[in-house]
């Protein structure tokens, strides 16, 4: 995610959880309710435990007269533990009907939580689907003041932006960003409208009136970066020099994206220089004409609003590394999103200024002069934010970069560069922990990293000597 505002005016002065059930010896174990909690530190009441869900099939019909909804979810999971029940978020909505392997099944509801009893309990490591059929309209969760999270009503349809919690605006979901999945999402829309997701386009059928745009995601992804987009939007279509297909919308309101639709695969280019391969089966861009006051790095297709500057695109897209395919495995380990995508940025910088060997190391020494000791970016620690409402604060993104460049000057660009590769190849579609990083580097470098991870990210004070 990346706060316009913010980053606009800093870039202008620069140039398994605990609470998921312990596995015993299934014939020692009574069957039991799956948790409603998925042990998140920073949002311990999203998620759940007792099963894994593998692959989510959203069917989804959009009546734009009333903003309304009629979906069809399947969640194929596999259950952890000998099950009795187990819950899916899903906030607002009218649920009509809820199935398990065919069979009708009991559920209740109170708030977010859905709780669906088993027909008949089912034994650990069983694979299970669950149908949910329901409608609505769907409301976003109010944002923090940035415009809403999940899915958000726009002039000409709407668009889901869900990061952290807004997935469950629109799908059941097991809404926790340590249970990633494969999609299947299909949205079926007036023929005026088109329909934008994450992934590659399977299909569009069309009708005399409406048509189904059927995409799907075969990489695992988190919740929180699912996206559908409705909308009057153009489609563009492009492929990388390296052979990755891009699907890009432009709202017409939005003109024709020029300048974007060029960048594109020069940004893409950029970071798989830097990154190594891109680790998704498409790429690409939404631009929306959407009053949010940030973008969001949907897996593969970024969302937009009104435009994207090179930097913006930079930092979406190096997500799509640090963050989508490395996904952290708790909130709290954010910054592996926000600090890495913030450092992509002074990266390019560093790459359109034609001085290659400076720009980053006087990017680190302005606002480490400019910061002074008292400076709220300092009493924040981006390694461990504490609570929810510090998730996206300037110090998970910028003392993030900055912990990053103090790494590189410690142990070197060579092996910096080696081990940021490293980080998005070998935990490549799964998920990662700050300390596993801090391994990691150790391990690339051969250097004792303790002093260099605790000041910078765990502890609130600014860091002395550089
Ligand atoms: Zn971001």
Redesign the pocket.
Known sequence: ??RRTLLRALTATTLSAGLAATMLPTNAMEATAGSSRSGDSLFPSMGNGGYDVTHYDIDLSYRPRNERIVATTAVHAVAKQDLTSFNLELRGLVITRVAVDGVPAEHVRDRAEATVSLPEALPAGEAFTVVVEYAGRPRALSGGGLGGEGWIATPDGATVLSEPNGAMTWFPVNNTPRDKATYDISVDVPNRLKAASNGLLIGRDRGPRRTTWHWRETRPMAAYLATVSIGRYRMFRDTTASGVPLISFVDVKAGRAKRERRNLPKVMRFLEKRFGRYPFASSGMIIDNIDVGYAL?TQGRPVYPHDAPAWLMV??LA?QWFGNSVTPRDWSDIWL??GF?SYAEWLWQAKVSGRKRHVEQEMFDFFYEVYGPKNHLWRVTPGDPGVPRRLFHQAIYLRGAMTLHALRMEVGGRDFFRILRAWARRNEHGSGTTPQFKRLAEELSGEQLDRLFRVWLYTPRKPRGY
Do not use: G, K, R, S
């Open positions: 995610m990346t790095e930092h979406e997500h999103n926000e995508a």
